[in-house]
């Protein structure tokens, strides 16, 4: 089963602390959607907005067209898989799995077949009688995925699930879910706090901060032309240069760019570094090389601009080689964005 | 030093089970009389007492008891000690504090209590209000076991539980106590303990129907006997028992 998700105007508040402010967000069916921001941005109240565990003290969720904003979780069609995987120790994988259906009423050998379908999907079948306690943590994640998924939800909630993996395993995880949930088609929203994590799994990208929505869109929209200052920079590493339209392009500590901008008032040109270096269509005039160190996939390299020398701008050159520290070279961007400050 | 330790150890072992050795030991006795030169051994006061339909009258009595009410204590424990852990409640702790409270009251306090009361409504000294009286003093006691088990990974599990579509007498039945089993269980087995030989709650508020440990004392008035031996190593067995239960089935099953 999968569903389309409606979120619409809604606020909380938890005490004095305004936790959601007017959040708007429509879900396709099917899509796999992060919530991406740092930790108290909102996100993880958002998700539990959406599996009934918090009432919103405004605004209404529809899942599927319904309004679902006040019906109790166990009524809903939607499923978590929780950050502590609260898999039931007592129970053996079978049962962990089978529990949902045991919920609908569904006899032993209908859910057992459906629990053990559900475990060969994450490659757990084998041990179906182990106890939550004999698997390592990836394998728990597993049984925690096969079990949310086992009740056929129409929406799939993901609370931070890969938090307690170690990177390898992460990476690993990343794609088994995106592999799983092309495979089912639910709806995934997935809570994560990483960038990276939120641009290898999903379709579309929502940044968070301080309850409000910063940002929508693919990850290489969200990466390459944000739409706030905030998301620029929490999607990763980024120069941020200060700039005034001039009515033909704008002015900056670096000297007039040749970028045109309709709007009015002080801009912000933000420079990711992979597309500062040594060549590129817009010329950022002189700088000079202060430091270099290699990254491996890069050299991740400091310029000082002759025009600003208090300003930092790092750049990501070739494996190949840098200028020797202290040179002056011209500075090019390859691409660049433009924001309100 | 490691003999010396070992000593302390045996002293110690001996000042514990020593009492409860002789006790034991004279009721074999053969003779009339409990005390030394020990003759025998002989079964006879054991044939006696269990010959005896008042005392395994009234050793029944204490044995449905303690099983029955601290069944009900468990059960009233848990739920208040799941509803308060988990629910934010206007004036939890006071309420709280008023369901530890009757701990610290003396038994003799709480069955004087009990019995004025119960005069006053009507309800005559039996065994009905003895075991209510054993709720009263076994509820804490279960309360604070249960509350002070329930940690934050049962809260998820149960969030778990009620996401999948649990209503929330199966999240109970079906998680929260199996998870808590131990510490229930051992709540439950300690109850039992406590209203097996528990006496002067049953002495104020029995009348025809008495619980074990009453019969044992209007068996003592009338003198020391081999036979008071013999009930009391019955009831010793039964605690052994009840223990050694408690270690195999619960213990070890929470070590796992």
Redesign the interface.
């Given at each position: 089963m999968t569903a389309g998700v409606d979120i619409r105007g809604v606020s909380h508040r938890f005490g004095t602390h305004q936790a959601l402010t007017a959040i708007d967000l429509t879900i396709a069916a099917g899509e796999f959607i992060v919530l991406l921001g740092p930790s108290g941005c909102g996100k993880t109240t958002l998700l539990s907005i959406l599996?009934g565990?918090v009432q919103p003290g405004q605004g209404s969720v529809w899942i599927n067209g319904r309004d679902m904003t006040h019906v109790?979780?166990?009524?809903r069609p939607?499923?978590?898989m929780?950050q502590?995987y609260?898999?039931?120790?007592?129970m053996s994988l079978l049962d962990n799995v089978g529990?949902?259906l045991r919920?609908?009423g569904q006899s032993r050998p209908v859910r057992n077949a459906r629990a053990m379908e559900m475990l060969d999907m994450v490659g757990l079948a084998a041990k179906a009688t182990a106890r939550p306690h004999e698997l390592s943590g990836g394998q728990r994640q597993r049984v925690a995925l096969a079990?949310?998924l086992a009740?056929d939800p129409a929406v799939l909630l993901l609370d931070e699930p890969l938090g307690a993996l170690d990177l390898k395993l992460r990476r690993q995880m990343q794609d088994e879910l995106k592999a799983i949930q092309r495979r089912v088609g639910t709806t995934f929203v997935h809570v994560t706090h990483d960038q990276e994590e939120a641009m290898a799994i999903a379709d579309r990208i929502v940044v968070m901060n301080a309850g409000k929505i910063e940002d929508v869109g693919p990850p290489q929209k969200v990466y390459l032309t944000p739409a706030s200052l905030f998301s620029a920079s929490f999607m990763g590493e980024i120069n941020l240069i200060p700039a005034t339209p001039n009515g033909t392009g704008i002015d900056t500590p670096l000297g007039p760019l040749p970028l045109g901008s309709t709007a009015k008032g002080p801009q912000t040109l933000c420079l990711r570094p992979e597309n500062t270096g040594l060549a590129g269509d817009i010329a950022l005039g002189p700088a000079r090389l202060t430091e270099a160190a290699f990254f491996g996939t890069h050299f991740r390299c400091h310029f000082a601009p002759l025009a600003a020398p208090d300003m930092a701008l790092t750049a990501h050159l070739p494996q190949s080689g840098h200028p020797a520290i202290g040179s002056t070279v011209d500075l090019f961007a390859t691409s660049a964005t433009l924001l309100s400050a | 030093m490691r003999a010396l330790s070992y000593l302390y150890l045996a002293v110690l072992y001996g000042f514990i089970f020593l009492p409860v050795g002789v006790l034991v030991l004279f009721s074999f006795q053969e003779g009339r009389l409990p005390v030394p030169p020990f003759n025998g051994p002989s079964l006879k006061w054991y044939a006696q007492v269990l010959g005896d339909r008042d005392l395994m009258a009234a050793l029944l009595n204490s044995l449905v008891l303690a099983l029955v009410s601290s069944a009900i204590a468990l059960v009233l424990g848990f739920l208040a000690a799941h509803a308060l852990a988990r629910h934010r409640l206007p004036g939890s702790v006071l309420m709280r504090g008023l369901l530890i409270a009757p701990m610290t009251v003396s038994y003799l306090i709480i069955a004087l209590g009990l019995l004025t009361l119960f005069n006053r409504i009507g309800l005559g000294p039996s065994l009905w209000a003895t075991g209510i009286g054993h709720v009263v003093i076994n509820l804490p006691l279960c309360f604070a076991i249960a509350y002070a088990a329930m940690g934050d990974?049962h809260i998820?599990?149960e969030?778990?539980?009620?996401?999948?579509?649990?209503?929330e007498a199966?999240v109970l039945w079906?998680?929260s106590v199996?998870?808590l089993?131990p510490p229930l269980l051992a709540a439950y087995f300690l109850s039992v303990t406590f209203s097996w030989d528990e006496f002067i709650i049953a002495f104020l508020l029995t009348r025809f129907e008495v619980t074990l440990p009453v019969e044992i004392w209007s068996m003592l008035r009338s003198g020391l006997s081999p036979a008071t031996n013999a009930i009391g190593s019955l009831v010793f067995l039964v605690s052994v028992v009840g223990v050694v239960a408690m270690e195999l089935f619960v213990l070890r099953k929470a070590k796992a």
């Open positions: 599996g565990f109790s979780p166990k009524d939607t499923t978590t929780f502590d609260a898999l039931f120790p007592h529990f949902g919920m609908r079990r949310a009740v | 990974h998820s599990a969030r778990a539980a009620r996401d999948l579509g649990a209503s199966r079906l998680i199996p998870m089993a």
